[in-house]
């Protein structure tokens, strides 16, 4: 799995400079089942990221730009009726495909934006009274801009808290910017970039991740943390159990795409801000200090008893 995981990393790396953490967190979530929230200003690579992904793997790739019109049918489908059959039939959004774009996805109205809940915990599609399922592998990665600027709609908790990972892209290096001039000189990369795995070799992976050993001590330990979030002055809602699960999943990935086939402490810290920071709601009070939940989750990992079993072992 580590092979074919830095083949997807190195693919992406041909497109996207200095951007390394960004896309082993992307294809992380990927791996484990999970969603994608990327944000940051307009022009960093935000959209580029998400196509470099979707090209890496031989997956149906659709993408969805989010406006303030965009209506729930123009992401599920719609059933139209056909005057010569006399039936509905049914035409499939573009929500119904295996790598989604959901791009600038807090341009839209709570309304549209909710058309996605479903889809994105249970893999399927409620239209007319029917459930239709979503294709395997299913991952939506969207992107958007700090809510800040105008234009824009902060996305429900309920929404947010169906996103395995929230990541943040950042400005390059000077360096890198200036390789990224050299690169887009003669031509757009992306547009040479070839799918180094199968659609089976994705699937594949993900039956890999599930395999892996996660100790009990390691769920107290996840629980731990989580439950800490909903104890903390400074913070007005914690993470859901949903988080934890997230968690868990994610730390499964990144365990074996270190070579490991069993989940140690360590992944857990690393990969908890990214996978609890999105979920926590701070009190009004906790913002004006500068309070950010990445403060909060590493203050509480640091408190944290941090388990000292043998993980390996089954």
């Known amino acids: ?10 693919n992406i790396e041909k497109v996207m400079i200095g951007k390394r953490e960004v896309a082993q967190l992307s294809a992380i979530a990927m791996m484990a089942g999970g969603h994608v929230l990327l944000e940051d200003v307009p022009g960093v690579g935000k ?3 998400v196509k470099a992904l979707a090209k890496s793997v031989g997956a149906e790739f659709k993408r969805i730009q989010f406006t303030p019109d965009l209506l729930p049918s123009d992401v599920i489908g719609v059933s139209i009726y056909n005057p010569k ?3 509905f039939e049914f035409r499939p959004g573009p929500i119904l495909g295996n790598i989604i774009l959901a791009d600038e996805i807090n341009r839209t109205s709570p309304k549209t ?3 996605l809940l479903e889809s994105m915990e249970e893999a399927t599609i409620s239209i007319d009274g029917q459930t239709i399922q979503i294709p395997k592998p299913f991952f939506v990665m969207a992107t958007q801009n700090p809510i ?3 234009g824009t709609y902060p996305l429900p908790e309920a929404q947010l808290d169906r996103f395995m990972l929230k990541i943040r892209m950042g400005y390059p290096s000077p360096q890198e910017e200036v390789e990224v001039l050299r690169r887009a000189e003669n031509n757009e990369p992306i547009i040479t970039l070839d799918s180094v795995i199968s659609l089976d070799e994705l699937l594949e992976l993900q039956q890999e991740v599930k395999s892996v050993y996660v100790e009990d001590s390691i769920k107290a330990y996840i629980v731990q943390i989580a439950r800490a979030t909903r104890k903390v002055s400074e913070v007005y809602l914690g993470v859901s159990p949903r988080a934890s699960i997230a968690l868990m999943k994610a730390s499964q990935a990144y365990a074996k ?3 490991r086939d069993y989940v140690i ?8 801000p990214f996978v609890f920071a999105h979920r926590i709601i701070l009190r009004p009070e906790a913002r004006y200090e500068g ?3 990445e403060v909060i989750i590493n203050r509480i990992i640091n408190k944290a008893v941090v388990p000292i079993k043998r993980y390996a072992e089954k």
């Open 85 to 87: 059959t006399l039936q």
């Open 113 to 115: 934006q909710s058309a």
């Open 291 to 293: 309070i950010t939940q």
């Open 148 to 150: 800040e600027y105008e």
């Open 265 to 272: 402490p360590d992944d857990v810290q690393y990969l908890a």
């Open 47 to 49: 959209t580029m990221m």
């Open 257 to 259: 795409i270190q070579n």
């Open 1 to 10: 799995m580590h092979q074919k995981f830095e083949a997807i990393i190195s």
